[in-house]
């Protein structure tokens, strides 16, 4: 009855778990799984982070390539993917230092917006039903603005809002305390508010000035 009940208290696996040690035994089409599995989303959190999907690409190899070797680090006390993505950032900050010669981009440091901090009041910035954005027009606007946040603030806000990661997750794959990843996604959050409230207040102003000229 205790044996039972020990078993039922057990945690249930991981499918990933099962998967590298498969690979760990030299199973390699257990890794092409993995690969397969978390591909499109390593590319996409890699194209977020270098706004490049040549470098995106190269950092999505080198992530899977460099997880491969170091597979036996891997101890499965948290996700694979999570550790996956750790290294994926890590790869992708290291493209933007190469890119930007003397410039250094570190998740570790803070960084603040060239305004200094983010005001408090903010306007509203979802659009009104005049301005009729499609969907596709409005993921587009999105993804824009998104790309102008700083690579500190991008990163959180991609893996905790857009690939939907957890904020345990998110701070474990940056290397960052709890409150850290809070706090950058807080910034995050109210920076794109801030430049969506911008950007459709910038397309209504000219709305009206095409409908003015047009009356004259």
Do not use: C
Not at 14 to 42: F, M, N, W
Not at 129 to 146: D, F, G, M, V
């Amino acid at each position: 009855m205790a044996t039972i009940q020990s078993v039922a208290n057990e945690p249930e696996q991981h499918p990933d778990v099962a998967l590298v040690e498969r690979v760990k035994t030299g199973d390699i089409s257990a890794y092409d799984e993995l690969v397969r599995k978390y591909e499109r989303q390593i590319f996409r959190i890699a194209q977020h982070i270098t706004q490049n999907r040549e470098d995106a690409e190269d950092v999505m190899q080198d992530a899977f390539l460099k997880a491969y070797e170091k597979l036996d680090q891997f101890q499965g006390n948290s996700k694979f993917y999570t550790w996956l993505v750790r290294i994926a950032v890590n790869e992708s900050l290291m493209r933007l230092r190469k890119r930007r010669t003397g410039k250094m981009v570190s998740i570790d440091e803070d960084i603040e917006t060239d305004e200094g901090s983010v005001p408090r009041d903010l306007a509203d910035w979802a659009p009104d039903p005049e301005q009729n954005y499609t969907q596709a027009e409005l993921a587009e606007i999105l993804r824009k603005t998104i790309q102008g946040l700083p690579p500190g603030f991008r990163v959180v806000f991609v893996l905790r809002d857009v690939d939907g990661l957890s904020t345990e997750e998110t701070a474990e794959s940056l290397g960052l305390s709890v409150p850290a990843v809070k706090s950058r996604l807080l910034r995050a959050r109210l920076q794109l508010r801030e430049r969506l409230a911008r950007y459709f207040k910038r397309k209504k102003v000219a709305r009206e000035k095409g409908v003015k000229s047009d009356v004259h």
